[in-house]
C-alpha cells in the first residue's frame, strides 16, 4: 500500500476493525517513511462464473436476469421479499461454492428449482413447466406427483 502522503511503499497496519456490518475490513494504516497515517477499507470482490447457455453460447452471469426468472413463477404468491432476496442470495452462494469459472445453465436452473421448490410448490411447478418445456398434462401431473409424495421418515427399529 503506498502513503498518499509521500507515495512511500512501506506502510504498516496500526489497527484493523470490521465495518459495514462486517462487510469490510477498516485499517488505519502509518507510513513507516514520513511517519503519516491514514486509513483504508478493505472489500471482497465476488467474481461469478459464466453461464454456459444451452445453444453453448456463453454469457456473464446476471443477477437481473435471475431475479425475473424468479419473480415470474412467485407472481401473486403468498411470499415476502425478503425471503426472495435470501434465496437469491443462496442461489449466488451455490454458483461460487461450485468452484467453476463456467457453469451451464442447466446446473444453474437446478439449482433455482430447487429453491424454488423450499420457497413455494406453485412457483416450483410454473418454473419447472418452462424450464423443462412440459408438452402435455400428463408431465405436469408426473411433477406434481413428485411434490405430493408422503415425506418418508427413517425409522430404524432393533438393535
Given amino acids: 500500500m503506498h502513503c498518499p502522503f509521500c507515495n ?36 471482497y470482490e465476488v467474481v461469478m462464473p459464466r453461464i454456459i447457455k444451452s445453444s453453448g453460447r456463453i454469457e456473464p452471469y446476471d443477477q437481473a436476469k435471475l431475479r425475473r426468472s424468479i419473480a415470474l413463477p412467485l407472481q401473486k404468491r403468498p411470499i415476502s421479499a425478503d425471503a426472495v432476496e435470501a434465496s437469491i442470495s443462496r442461489i449466488e452462494q451455490a454458483l461460487r461454492k461450485t468452484g467453476e469459472r463456467e457453469v451451464s445453465s442447466k446446473q444453474l436452473g437446478e439449482i433455482v428449482m430447487g429453491e424454488l421448490k423450499a420457497l413455494d410448490d406453485v412457483a416450483y411447478v410454473r418454473f419447472a413447466s418452462v424450464y423443462r418445456d412440459f408438452q402435455d398434462i400428463g408431465q405436469f ?14 425409522t430404524s427399529e432393533g438393535a
Fill in 8 to 43: 512511500d511503499e512501506d506502510t504498516k497496519v496500526v489497527d484493523s476493525r470490521l465495518a459495514a456490518q462486517g462487510a469490510q475490513v477498516r485499517r488505519r494504516r502509518q507510513c513507516t517513511s514520513c511517519g503519516e497515517r491514514f486509513v483504508t477499507f478493505e472489500i
Fill in 141 to 154: 401431473q408426473a411433477e406434481l406427483d413428485k411434490i405430493n409424495l408422503p415425506k418418508t421418515t427413517n
